[in-house]
Protein backbone atom coordinates (compact mmCIF):
# COMPACT_ATOMS: atom_id res chain seq x y z
CA UNK A 1 0.00 0.00 0.00
CA UNK A 2 1.37 3.11 -0.77
CA UNK A 3 0.65 6.55 1.02
CA UNK A 4 -1.61 7.31 -1.81
CA UNK A 5 -3.74 4.40 -0.97
CA UNK A 6 -4.41 5.02 2.29
CA UNK A 7 -8.15 5.85 3.44
CA UNK A 8 -9.18 9.05 3.05
CA UNK A 9 -10.26 9.60 6.45
CA UNK A 10 -6.80 9.34 7.72
CA UNK A 11 -6.15 12.48 10.44
CA UNK A 12 -3.82 12.42 13.51
CA UNK A 13 -4.43 14.27 16.78
CA UNK A 14 -0.91 15.48 18.58
CA UNK A 15 -1.47 14.91 22.16
CA UNK A 16 1.00 16.54 24.91
CA UNK A 17 2.50 15.13 28.35
CA UNK A 18 4.91 16.14 30.66
CA UNK A 19 7.78 14.41 32.63
CA UNK A 20 5.18 13.79 35.48
CA UNK A 21 2.59 12.55 32.90
CA UNK A 22 4.16 10.65 30.77
CA UNK A 23 4.34 7.81 32.73
CA UNK A 24 1.01 7.15 32.97
CA UNK A 25 -0.09 8.07 29.23
CA UNK A 26 2.32 4.34 28.41
CA UNK A 27 1.34 2.42 31.72
CA UNK A 28 -2.18 3.02 30.98
CA UNK A 29 -2.12 3.32 27.46
CA UNK A 30 -4.50 6.24 27.81
CA UNK A 31 -3.99 10.03 26.52
CA UNK A 32 -5.81 13.09 28.34
CA UNK A 33 -6.53 16.48 27.53
CA UNK A 34 -7.42 19.61 29.25
CA UNK A 35 -10.33 21.58 28.63
CA UNK A 36 -8.08 24.05 26.81
CA UNK A 37 -8.16 21.20 23.95
CA UNK A 38 -10.81 19.01 24.80
CA UNK A 39 -12.58 20.25 22.24
CA UNK A 40 -9.85 19.04 19.80
CA UNK A 41 -9.43 15.77 21.81
CA UNK A 42 -13.29 14.64 21.85
CA UNK A 43 -13.12 14.21 18.45
CA UNK A 44 -10.51 11.44 17.64
CA UNK A 45 -11.98 8.30 16.24
CA UNK A 46 -11.11 4.73 16.59
CA UNK A 47 -8.17 3.87 14.51
CA UNK A 48 -6.89 7.47 13.72
CA UNK A 49 -2.78 7.92 14.05
CA UNK A 50 -1.90 9.62 17.85
CA UNK A 51 1.37 11.28 18.59
CA UNK A 52 2.43 12.39 22.31
CA UNK A 53 4.63 15.40 22.60
CA UNK A 54 6.16 15.66 25.97
CA UNK A 55 6.65 19.08 26.20
CA UNK A 56 9.75 18.99 28.89
CA UNK A 57 12.00 16.84 27.08
CA UNK A 58 10.47 17.80 24.00
CA UNK A 59 10.12 14.32 22.18
CA UNK A 60 7.78 13.39 19.73
CA UNK A 61 6.91 9.97 20.66
CA UNK A 62 4.95 7.72 17.86
CA UNK A 63 3.00 6.04 16.21
CA UNK A 64 -0.33 5.18 18.26
CA UNK A 65 -3.48 4.66 17.32
CA UNK A 66 -6.63 5.57 18.90
CA UNK A 67 -8.35 1.90 20.05
CA UNK A 68 -11.51 3.92 21.20
CA UNK A 69 -13.48 7.21 19.69
CA UNK A 70 -12.67 9.78 22.48
CA UNK A 71 -14.72 10.17 25.70
CA UNK A 72 -15.09 12.36 28.99
CA UNK A 73 -13.40 10.10 31.81
CA UNK A 74 -12.51 6.70 30.38
CA UNK A 75 -10.55 6.44 33.69
CA UNK A 76 -11.90 9.26 36.57
CA UNK A 77 -8.75 9.23 38.46
CA UNK A 78 -6.14 9.62 35.55
CA UNK A 79 -3.79 11.58 36.33
CA UNK A 80 -5.72 13.07 39.36
CA UNK A 81 -8.63 14.20 37.12
CA UNK A 82 -6.47 16.82 35.19
CA UNK A 83 -7.07 15.42 31.58
CA UNK A 84 -10.99 14.20 31.10
CA UNK A 85 -10.68 14.36 27.73
CA UNK A 86 -9.52 11.24 26.88
CA UNK A 87 -8.66 8.20 24.51
CA UNK A 88 -7.52 5.00 24.33
CA UNK A 89 -4.42 4.27 22.56
CA UNK A 90 -2.75 1.14 20.51
CA UNK A 91 1.53 1.39 20.49
CA UNK A 92 2.87 0.35 17.57
CA UNK A 93 5.27 -2.63 18.59
CA UNK A 94 7.88 -0.04 18.78
CA UNK A 95 7.37 3.18 19.82
CA UNK A 96 10.38 5.65 18.98
CA UNK A 97 10.58 9.25 20.24
CA UNK A 98 11.32 12.06 17.60
CA UNK A 99 14.09 14.79 19.17
CA UNK A 100 12.96 18.78 18.86
CA UNK A 101 9.34 17.79 18.28
CA UNK A 102 8.48 21.87 18.65
CA UNK A 103 10.80 22.25 15.33
CA UNK A 104 9.19 19.65 13.73
CA UNK A 105 5.61 21.24 14.15
CA UNK A 106 6.19 24.26 13.43
CA UNK A 107 7.80 23.29 10.23
CA UNK A 108 4.69 21.39 9.16
CA UNK A 109 2.56 24.05 10.88
CA UNK A 110 1.09 21.84 13.19
CA UNK A 111 -0.84 23.03 16.06
CA UNK A 112 -2.56 21.28 19.02
CA UNK A 113 -5.88 23.11 18.39
CA UNK A 114 -6.68 21.42 15.33
CA UNK A 115 -6.64 17.40 14.05
CA UNK A 116 -3.62 16.68 12.16
CA UNK A 117 -4.46 16.71 7.89
CA UNK A 118 -4.13 13.22 5.84
CA UNK A 119 -0.98 14.68 3.62
CA UNK A 120 0.53 15.83 6.87
CA UNK A 121 -0.23 12.91 8.88
CA UNK A 122 1.23 10.50 5.99
CA UNK A 123 4.47 13.29 6.48
CA UNK A 124 4.84 12.24 10.44
CA UNK A 125 4.50 8.56 9.31
CA UNK A 126 6.67 8.62 7.24
CA UNK A 127 9.74 10.03 9.50
CA UNK A 128 8.57 7.38 12.16
CA UNK A 129 9.61 4.04 9.44
CA UNK A 130 12.55 2.16 10.12
CA UNK A 131 15.39 2.75 7.73
CA UNK A 132 15.33 -0.78 6.39
CA UNK A 133 11.56 -0.81 5.94
CA UNK A 134 10.08 -0.08 2.39
CA UNK A 135 7.65 2.97 2.49
CA UNK A 136 4.90 0.47 1.06
CA UNK A 137 5.71 -2.22 3.23
CA UNK A 138 5.67 0.32 6.56
CA UNK A 139 2.47 1.71 5.56
CA UNK A 140 0.77 -1.30 4.72
CA UNK A 141 2.08 -2.50 8.20
CA UNK A 142 0.43 0.97 9.85
CA UNK A 143 -3.23 0.66 8.43
CA UNK A 144 -3.17 -3.13 9.01
CA UNK A 145 -1.29 -4.59 11.66
CA UNK A 146 -2.74 -5.16 14.96
CA UNK A 147 -1.43 -2.84 17.22
CA UNK A 148 -1.04 -2.75 21.36
CA UNK A 149 0.30 -6.18 21.23
CA UNK A 150 3.38 -5.69 23.60
CA UNK A 151 5.23 -2.70 22.56
CA UNK A 152 8.54 -1.33 23.83
CA UNK A 153 9.45 2.12 24.06
CA UNK A 154 13.18 3.22 22.03
CA UNK A 155 15.42 4.61 24.27
CA UNK A 156 17.04 6.34 21.22
CA UNK A 157 15.26 9.51 19.65
CA UNK A 158 15.54 9.64 16.31
CA UNK A 159 16.40 12.70 14.61
CA UNK A 160 13.88 13.54 11.72
CA UNK A 161 16.21 16.26 10.06
CA UNK A 162 18.25 13.45 8.63
CA UNK A 163 15.36 11.25 7.55
CA UNK A 164 13.14 13.76 5.81
CA UNK A 165 13.52 17.74 4.25
CA UNK A 166 9.93 18.76 6.07
CA UNK A 167 8.62 22.05 4.06
CA UNK A 168 6.33 24.30 5.17
CA UNK A 169 2.84 22.21 4.68
CA UNK A 170 -0.14 24.18 3.60
CA UNK A 171 -3.12 21.82 3.99
CA UNK A 172 -6.99 22.72 5.10
CA UNK A 173 -7.64 21.44 8.42
CA UNK A 174 -10.80 21.31 10.32
CA UNK A 175 -11.65 24.58 12.07
CA UNK A 176 -12.15 23.99 15.62
CA UNK A 177 -13.13 27.18 17.69
CA UNK A 178 -10.76 27.86 20.54
CA UNK A 179 -11.77 29.47 24.39
CA UNK A 180 -12.34 32.96 24.57
CA UNK A 181 -9.49 33.93 27.25
CA UNK A 182 -10.98 37.57 27.65
CA UNK A 183 -14.42 39.66 28.12
CA UNK A 184 -14.00 40.57 24.59
CA UNK A 185 -14.75 38.55 22.10
CA UNK A 186 -15.06 39.53 17.81
CA UNK A 187 -16.05 37.22 15.53
CA UNK A 188 -15.58 38.13 11.99
CA UNK A 189 -18.10 35.15 10.51
CA UNK A 190 -21.29 34.01 11.82
CA UNK A 191 -20.08 30.65 11.35
CA UNK A 192 -17.28 28.08 11.59
CA UNK A 193 -16.26 24.47 10.33
CA UNK A 194 -17.56 22.88 7.44
CA UNK A 195 -20.93 23.12 8.10
CA UNK A 196 -22.91 25.89 8.70
CA UNK A 197 -24.95 26.20 12.14
CA UNK A 198 -27.87 28.40 11.94
CA UNK A 199 -28.48 30.48 8.57
CA UNK A 200 -26.35 33.33 7.95
CA UNK A 201 -29.07 35.43 6.67
CA UNK A 202 -31.97 34.91 9.48
CA UNK A 203 -32.36 38.39 11.02
CA UNK A 204 -30.19 38.50 14.34
CA UNK A 205 -28.33 35.40 13.95
CA UNK A 206 -25.88 34.45 17.10
CA UNK A 207 -22.63 33.80 15.68
CA UNK A 208 -21.56 30.14 16.17
CA UNK A 209 -18.62 30.53 18.26
CA UNK A 210 -20.19 32.60 20.88
CA UNK A 211 -22.35 29.58 21.45
CA UNK A 212 -19.16 26.97 21.18
CA UNK A 213 -17.86 29.41 23.93
CA UNK A 214 -20.49 28.74 26.40
CA UNK A 215 -21.11 24.99 25.62
CA UNK A 216 -17.10 24.22 26.33
CA UNK A 217 -17.17 26.58 29.56
CA UNK A 218 -19.96 25.59 31.41
CA UNK A 219 -20.90 21.83 30.12
CA UNK A 220 -19.63 18.97 29.06
CA UNK A 221 -20.53 15.87 26.37
CA UNK A 222 -23.73 14.67 27.03
CA UNK A 223 -25.04 17.79 29.00
CA UNK A 224 -28.68 19.34 28.44
CA UNK A 225 -28.81 22.86 26.69
CA UNK A 226 -31.69 24.56 25.94
CA UNK A 227 -32.31 27.77 23.69
CA UNK A 228 -35.45 28.62 24.04
CA UNK A 229 -35.87 31.46 21.46
CA UNK A 230 -33.15 29.67 19.16
CA UNK A 231 -34.41 31.25 15.81
CA UNK A 232 -32.94 30.05 13.10
CA UNK A 233 -31.34 26.84 15.17
CA UNK A 234 -27.42 27.63 15.99
CA UNK A 235 -27.50 26.24 19.19
CA UNK A 236 -29.22 22.86 18.17
CA UNK A 237 -26.23 22.66 15.18
CA UNK A 238 -23.17 23.59 17.72
CA UNK A 239 -24.57 21.25 20.36
CA UNK A 240 -25.28 18.55 17.97
CA UNK A 241 -21.36 18.75 16.72
CA UNK A 242 -20.02 19.02 20.31
CA UNK A 243 -22.08 16.45 21.71
CA UNK A 244 -24.44 17.90 23.70
CA UNK A 245 -28.24 17.21 24.06
CA UNK A 246 -29.83 20.00 22.82
CA UNK A 247 -33.71 21.24 23.53
CA UNK A 248 -34.36 24.10 20.81
CA UNK A 249 -37.31 26.65 20.60
CA UNK A 250 -39.21 28.86 18.78
CA UNK A 251 -42.32 31.22 19.03
CA UNK A 252 -42.13 30.72 14.92
CA UNK A 253 -39.48 28.15 13.92
CA UNK A 254 -38.61 28.71 10.36
CA UNK A 255 -39.97 26.54 7.90
CA UNK A 256 -37.16 24.76 6.83
CA UNK A 257 -36.39 23.25 10.36
CA UNK A 258 -38.48 20.29 11.72
CA UNK A 259 -35.98 19.88 14.92
CA UNK A 260 -36.87 23.42 16.31
CA UNK A 261 -39.72 22.91 18.85
CA UNK A 262 -42.99 25.65 18.33
CA UNK A 263 -42.91 26.94 22.09
CA UNK A 264 -43.11 30.20 24.01
CA UNK A 265 -40.40 30.75 25.94
CA UNK A 266 -42.66 31.95 28.94
CA UNK A 267 -43.57 28.90 29.82
CA UNK A 268 -40.87 26.09 28.66
CA UNK A 269 -41.90 22.12 28.90
CA UNK A 270 -39.17 21.25 30.64
CA UNK A 271 -39.23 19.86 34.18
CA UNK A 272 -37.31 22.07 37.18
CA UNK A 273 -33.99 21.78 37.50
CA UNK A 274 -33.38 19.85 34.28
CA UNK A 275 -30.63 22.26 32.21
CA UNK A 276 -26.79 22.14 32.74
CA UNK A 277 -27.14 25.21 30.15
CA UNK A 278 -29.70 28.29 28.85
CA UNK A 279 -28.43 30.24 26.32
CA UNK A 280 -31.15 32.88 25.33
CA UNK A 281 -30.57 35.35 22.56
CA UNK A 282 -33.97 37.53 22.61
CA UNK A 283 -35.30 40.34 20.84
CA UNK A 284 -33.31 43.92 21.51
CA UNK A 285 -37.02 45.49 21.37
CA UNK A 286 -39.04 45.87 18.23
CA UNK A 287 -36.42 46.72 15.57
CA UNK A 288 -36.35 43.29 13.86
CA UNK A 289 -39.84 41.86 12.22
CA UNK A 290 -38.80 38.49 13.28
CA UNK A 291 -42.23 36.70 12.39
CA UNK A 292 -46.10 37.26 12.63
CA UNK A 293 -46.54 35.32 15.61
CA UNK A 294 -48.84 37.99 18.11
CA UNK A 295 -46.80 36.01 20.97
CA UNK A 296 -43.57 37.35 19.66
CA UNK A 297 -41.94 39.69 22.35
CA UNK A 298 -39.59 41.19 19.61
CA UNK A 299 -43.25 43.30 19.09
CA UNK A 300 -42.70 45.36 21.97
CA UNK A 301 -40.41 48.48 22.12
CA UNK A 302 -37.67 48.29 24.77
CA UNK A 303 -38.76 51.59 25.28
CA UNK A 304 -41.56 50.54 27.50
CA UNK A 305 -41.58 48.49 30.94
CA UNK A 306 -43.31 45.61 29.30
CA UNK A 307 -40.55 44.79 27.42
CA UNK A 308 -38.73 44.10 29.97
CA UNK A 309 -41.64 42.23 31.77
CA UNK A 310 -42.43 39.88 29.59
CA UNK A 311 -38.28 39.19 29.18
CA UNK A 312 -38.40 38.29 33.06
CA UNK A 313 -40.79 36.13 32.68
CA UNK A 314 -38.38 34.30 30.54
CA UNK A 315 -35.26 34.72 33.11
CA UNK A 316 -38.08 33.04 35.76
CA UNK A 317 -38.83 29.70 33.08
CA UNK A 318 -34.83 29.98 32.56
CA UNK A 319 -34.12 29.88 36.39
CA UNK A 320 -36.61 27.13 37.03
CA UNK A 321 -35.69 24.24 34.45
CA UNK A 322 -31.30 25.42 35.31
CA UNK A 323 -29.68 22.52 37.43
CA UNK A 324 -28.52 24.68 40.47
CA UNK A 325 -24.98 26.18 39.75
CA UNK A 326 -25.75 26.15 36.46
CA UNK A 327 -24.72 28.83 34.00
CA UNK A 328 -27.26 31.21 31.89
CA UNK A 329 -26.08 32.94 28.93
CA UNK A 330 -27.82 35.89 27.42
CA UNK A 331 -26.48 38.33 24.40
CA UNK A 332 -28.90 41.66 24.11
CA UNK A 333 -27.78 45.07 22.76
CA UNK A 334 -28.78 48.55 23.98
CA UNK A 335 -30.86 51.09 21.39
CA UNK A 336 -30.35 54.56 20.12
CA UNK A 337 -33.03 55.39 17.83
CA UNK A 338 -34.42 58.93 16.36
CA UNK A 339 -32.47 60.64 19.20
CA UNK A 340 -33.43 58.74 22.30
CA UNK A 341 -30.73 56.08 23.68
CA UNK A 342 -32.11 53.07 25.85
CA UNK A 343 -29.84 51.27 27.36
CA UNK A 344 -31.74 47.86 27.02
CA UNK A 345 -28.42 45.62 28.69
CA UNK A 346 -28.85 47.52 31.92
CA UNK A 347 -32.21 47.52 32.33
CA UNK A 348 -32.50 43.40 31.18
CA UNK A 349 -29.64 42.93 33.63
CA UNK A 350 -31.40 44.34 36.34
CA UNK A 351 -33.84 41.86 36.18
CA UNK A 352 -31.72 39.30 35.85
CA UNK A 353 -29.81 39.83 39.02
CA UNK A 354 -33.34 39.56 40.90
CA UNK A 355 -32.91 35.70 40.29
CA UNK A 356 -29.48 35.12 39.24
CA UNK A 357 -25.70 35.57 40.18
CA UNK A 358 -23.34 37.25 37.87
CA UNK A 359 -20.36 35.21 36.67
CA UNK A 360 -19.06 37.66 34.12
CA UNK A 361 -20.10 40.39 31.54
CA UNK A 362 -18.62 39.94 28.18
CA UNK A 363 -18.52 42.88 25.28
CA UNK A 364 -19.28 41.20 22.12
CA UNK A 365 -18.23 43.23 18.94
CA UNK A 366 -21.19 43.77 16.86
CA UNK A 367 -20.58 42.57 12.74
CA UNK A 368 -22.58 42.70 9.91
CA UNK A 369 -25.07 45.13 10.90
CA UNK A 370 -27.45 46.30 8.31
CA UNK A 371 -26.17 50.11 9.43
CA UNK A 372 -22.91 49.50 9.08
CA UNK A 373 -22.63 51.44 6.06
CA UNK A 374 -20.51 54.16 5.15
CA UNK A 375 -23.54 56.59 4.85
CA UNK A 376 -24.72 55.52 8.34
CA UNK A 377 -21.12 55.92 9.67
CA UNK A 378 -20.85 59.47 8.37
CA UNK A 379 -24.46 60.12 9.64
CA UNK A 380 -22.91 59.35 12.87
CA UNK A 381 -20.17 61.56 12.80
CA UNK A 382 -22.18 64.37 11.52
CA UNK A 383 -25.17 63.83 13.33
CA UNK A 384 -22.97 63.62 16.99
CA UNK A 385 -24.34 60.33 17.64
CA UNK A 386 -22.83 56.48 17.81
CA UNK A 387 -23.97 53.22 15.56
CA UNK A 388 -23.84 50.03 18.32
CA UNK A 389 -20.62 48.84 18.29
CA UNK A 390 -21.40 45.93 20.61
CA UNK A 391 -23.81 43.85 22.28
CA UNK A 392 -23.36 42.08 26.05
CA UNK A 393 -23.02 38.95 26.74
CA UNK A 394 -24.42 38.51 30.75
CA UNK A 395 -23.14 35.45 32.47
CA UNK A 396 -25.21 34.01 35.23
CA UNK A 397 -25.76 31.34 37.80
CA UNK A 398 -28.34 29.64 39.27
CA UNK A 399 -27.36 29.73 43.08
CA UNK A 400 -27.76 26.57 44.69
CA UNK A 401 -30.98 26.78 47.14
CA UNK A 402 -29.67 27.68 50.35
CA UNK A 403 -26.49 29.42 48.77
CA UNK A 404 -25.90 32.79 50.63
CA UNK A 405 -26.00 35.59 48.08
CA UNK A 406 -24.57 38.71 49.28
CA UNK A 407 -21.00 37.95 50.24
CA UNK A 408 -18.96 40.25 52.80
CA UNK A 409 -16.48 42.21 50.96
CA UNK A 410 -13.47 39.99 51.09
CA UNK A 411 -9.39 40.82 51.67
CA UNK A 412 -7.36 41.10 49.18
CA UNK A 413 -3.97 40.96 49.09
CA UNK A 414 -2.91 42.97 45.94
CA UNK A 415 0.55 42.73 44.38
CA UNK A 416 1.21 46.05 43.32
CA UNK A 417 3.69 46.56 40.27
CA UNK A 418 6.01 49.38 39.45
CA UNK A 419 5.29 51.35 36.90
C1 LIG B 1 -32.24 37.20 18.06
S1 LIG B 1 -33.33 35.97 17.50
C2 LIG B 1 -32.49 34.49 17.92
C3 LIG B 1 -31.42 34.14 16.93
C4 LIG B 1 -30.89 32.74 17.06
N1 LIG B 1 -30.08 32.61 18.26
C5 LIG B 1 -30.13 32.30 15.84
O1 LIG B 1 -28.90 32.14 15.91
O2 LIG B 1 -30.73 32.18 14.77
C6 LIG B 1 -34.66 36.07 18.64
C7 LIG B 1 -35.70 35.00 18.46
O3 LIG B 1 -36.67 35.09 19.51
C8 LIG B 1 -37.87 34.55 19.01
N2 LIG B 1 -38.97 34.89 19.93
C9 LIG B 1 -39.58 36.07 20.12
N3 LIG B 1 -40.56 35.97 21.04
C10 LIG B 1 -40.57 34.69 21.47
C11 LIG B 1 -41.33 33.98 22.42
N4 LIG B 1 -42.30 34.57 23.10
N5 LIG B 1 -41.05 32.68 22.60
C12 LIG B 1 -40.07 32.05 21.89
N6 LIG B 1 -39.33 32.68 20.96
C13 LIG B 1 -39.55 34.00 20.75
C14 LIG B 1 -37.96 35.14 17.62
O4 LIG B 1 -38.85 34.41 16.81
C15 LIG B 1 -36.50 35.08 17.16
O5 LIG B 1 -36.28 33.95 16.39
Partial sequence: MTPELLPLSIRGYVFACTNSSQDECFKRLLFGSSKVYGAVAMRVRKGDFLFLW?????????????????????????????????????PDSRIVPLKDA??????????????????????????????????????????????????????????????AKVKKAEEAV??????????????????????????????????????WNLVWRYTEPGDIVVD????????????????????????????????????????????????????VDSPYGD??????????IGKISSETVEFYDELEKVIKESHRILKPGKVLGWLIGDQWVMKKFTPVGFLLYARLTKYFDTVDIICIA????????????????????????????????????????????????WTYYKR
Fill in 54 to 90: NLNSDLLYGVFRAATNAQLNIVQDAWRGKYPYQVRVE
Fill in 102 to 163: KKLLDSLSIERSSPVGKSKTITMLELYRPSAVPTTQWFGHLTQTEFGKGFEVSSEAKSWEIF
Fill in 174 to 211: EEIPRLQSTTLWDFPRQSYGSTAKGNNKYAGVTPAELI
Fill in 228 to 279: PMCGSGTTLDVCKEEGRKAFCYDIAPPHYRKDIIRNDARKIPLPDNHADLVF
Fill in 287 to 296: NIRYNGDPDC
Fill in 366 to 413: RRGQSSNTGLWNNRARRFNFYLRGFKYLFIMRKPAPNEKRTEEPRKIS
